[in-house]
Nanobody, 118 residues
């Protein structure tokens, strides 16, 4: 049973940088796609970035500032966040996706809080 866990959140000033990490509890990090989501206060969870194979999609709200990376050998995914803005404040979630026949299973971490404030 794969369990994901985010880390690296915290308080950062506008314009600063932060790197979030996502680790898998088991040795298996074989996801068909890996992504990062964010849930701002009072808003729905939004997809920030997703990557599979050589393809990466980045949300317009963070394009050019956020970078997703996956290191399968280390059972780890990362989200590098630069030029942070107060609107980036929220709970960030790691997401792994696996195909299971005709369905896609989503695996989630517990989330890590990122607060951008001066």
């Amino acid at each position: 049973q794969v369990q994901l866990m985010e880390s690296g959140g915290g308080l950062v000033q506008p314009g600063g940088s932060l790197t979030l990490s996502c680790a898998a509890s088991g040795s298996d990090f074989n996801f068909n796609a890996m992504g990062w989501y964010r849930q701002a206060p009072g808003k729905q969870r939004e997809l920030l970035a997703v990557t599979w194979g050589s393809t990466t999609n980045i949300a317009d709200s963070v394009k050019g500032r956020f970078t997703i990376s996956v290191d399968s050998a280390k059972n780890r995914a990362s989200l590098q966040m630069n030029s942070l803005k107060p609107e980036d404040t929220g709970v960030y979630y790691c997401n792994g996706r696996r195909l299971r026949g005709s369905r896609v299973d989503y695996y989630w971490g517990q989330g890590t809080q990122v607060t951008v404030s001066s």
